[in-house]
């Protein structure tokens, strides 16, 4: 059974400083997606992720993936009260003889709060 | 990317009770799906839709309880049938669009509330 797991799962930073959140996964996958949920509102696609060693950046979001580690970071730059939200990492998993399109298993979330 | 609406927004219910879920896409997609979001917690899937035949349900999730209809390749509908307070959640249709990228999209949900 595939397993997702976030860490941290709250996260309060002021704003300006840097962190990182971290996506484990357990078995082979060949795609790995962030998303972002508001208070209320549904999930908003961040990033999807293919490859080993992909790195993909969006305004102060930035995303990679290592395949090999079964690990994919979230980096936050100089963090800003807008980027308040619940991140989710959500994995593919790998099967034999193809991939699980739209199957995904999610982590628990990470809740990051950005204060002044 | 595929916009995707989903009805009723929200709903309070009665326990015993059934509500069917609409999710309307403005194209036509191959692969759609129905997730759960319990108060609090992450997503879960309930099942692939698939058009023509029967769903699929994933481990923990059964056709006499949630129901799900596909007639086309742009609507589907899940009912949640004979409702307990434990069914309280948001209700999510999800599609794939093929491709290199493969994005995956969530509708706006449907917030369940069963008294």
């Known amino acids: 059974e595939l397993k997702v797991e976030q860490n941290p799962l709250f996260l309060s930073m002021q704003e300006g400083k840097n962190y990182t959140i971290y996506c484990n996964y ?10 972002r949920q508001d208070p209320g509102k549904s999930l908003e696609s ?9 790195v993909k950046q969006e305004g102060r979001l930035m995303a990679s993936l290592d395949t090999k580690a079964r690990l994919s970071t979230l980096h936050i730059t100089a963090a800003v009260h807008d980027l308040s939200a619940t991140y989710f990492c959500a994995v593919v998993p790998l099967n034999a003889g193809g991939t699980s399109y739209g199957k995904l298993t999610f982590g628990q979330g990470t809740i990051l709060t950005v204060h002044p | 990317s ?12 009665q326990r015993g009770t059934s509500l069917t879920i609409q999710c309307q896409v403005d194209s036509q997609v191959t692969m759609m799906f129905w997730y759960r979001q319990q108060p609090g917690q992450s997503l879960t899937l309930i099942a692939t839709a698939n058009q023509g035949s029967e769903a699929t349900y994933e481990s923990g999730f059964v056709i006499d309880k949630f129901p799900i209809s596909r007639p086309n390749l742009t609507f589907s509908t899940l009912t949640v049938s004979n409702m307990s307070p434990e069914d309280s959640s948001i209700y999510l249709c999800s599609v794939v669009e093929l491709g290199p990228h493969g994005e995956q999209f969530f509708g706006p949900g449907t917030r369940l509330t069963v008294l």
Do not use: E, H, M
Request: with cysteine; proline share 3%; aromatic share 12%.
């Open chain 2, 2 to 13: 595929a916009v995707i609406s989903q009805k009723p927004s929200r709903d309070i219910c």
């Open chain 1, 26 to 35: 357990s078995t082979t996958s060949d795609r790995l997606y962030w998303y």
């Open chain 1, 46 to 54: 961040l990033f999807v992720l293919l490859s080993n060693g992909a």
